[in-house]
T-cell receptor, first 113, second 113 residues
Framework: EAQVTQNPRYLITVTGKKLTVTCSQN?????MSWYRQDPGLGLRQIYY???????DKGDVPEGYKVSRKEKRNFPLILESPSPNQTSLYFC????????????FGSGTRLTVV | QKEVEQNSGPLSVPEGAIASLNCTYS??????FFWYRQYSGKSPELIMS????GDKEDGRFTAQLNKASQYVSLLIRDSQPSDSATYLC?????????????FGTGTQLKVEL
């Protein structure tokens, strides 16, 4: 089954404790992206990657890191999480940056206390 | 001006009626337009894509695009309670960094019995 897999689904952590949210896709998509979704603000792009070893900042990159060492994986790293990073996070992948075939993962609800 | 604008709603329609959801965008050269449905706490799901002016029909859904007016809409015929969700408009926007899929904040639709 074609899918984007995110883990974990739910995560509660404390301020300053490094964490990684994993994302993997099995569709051989070149383009992958991370979003956060907050009430009233919609989906905001954090980082995106157009291919292996090619990443770039989205609209809200502060406090986040990503890497793209393999085509299928695109982890999101929070080196020192803060409460304002409490949000619902989605990973997505597509055939191209134009948005065709855009598929979202199931989401990760992160709470930083 | 926001790049992609939607009325947040809620839009309430009776069961069996036509629901009309609207979206405007700022970039005149946008070529790709998408409608996603998102149930509460779930990931967005692509329901329609449209790339040229006019109407595109798929079952009970019709997407309408007017590039001259920078306007895209989604009509849902014979609305059902299961259609109650938030509908996200997404537009491929050309930015300084290249193409980017940009989402509106979504319109909440409530279909009442």
């Amino acid at each position: 089954e074609a899918q984007v897999t995110q883990n974990p689904r739910y995560l509660i952590t404390v301020t300053g404790k490094k964490l990684t949210v994993t994302c993997s896709q099995n569709m051989n998509h070149e383009y992958m992206s991370w979003y956060r979704q907050d009430p009233g603000l919609g989906l905001r792009q954090i980082y995106y990657s157009m291919n292996v070893e090619v990443t770039d900042k989205g609209d809200v990159p502060e406090g986040y890191k990503v890497s793209r060492k393999e085509k299928r994986n695109f982890p999101l790293i929070l080196e020192s999480p803060s409460p304002n990073q409490t949000s619902l996070y989605f990973c997505a992948s597509s055939l191209s940056i134009t948005g065709r075939g855009y598929t979202f993962g199931s989401g990760t609800r992160l709470t930083v206390v | 001006q926001k790049e992609v604008e939607q009325n947040s709603g809620p839009l309430s329609v009776p069961e069996g009626a036509i629901a009309s959801l609207n979206c405007t965008y700022s970039d005149r050269v946008s070529q790709s337009f998408f409608w996603y449905r998102q149930y509460s706490g779930k990931s967005p799901e692509l329901i329609m894509s449209i790339y040229s002016n006019g109407d595109k029909e798929d079952g009970r859904f019709t997407a309408q695009l007017n590039k001259a007016s920078q306007y895209v809409s989604l009509l849902i015929r014979d609305s059902q309670p299961s259609d109650s969700a938030t509908y996200l408009c997404a537009v491929n926007i050309l930015t300084g960094g290249g193409n980017k899929l940009t989402f509106g904040t979504g319109t909440q639709l409530k279909v009442e019995l």
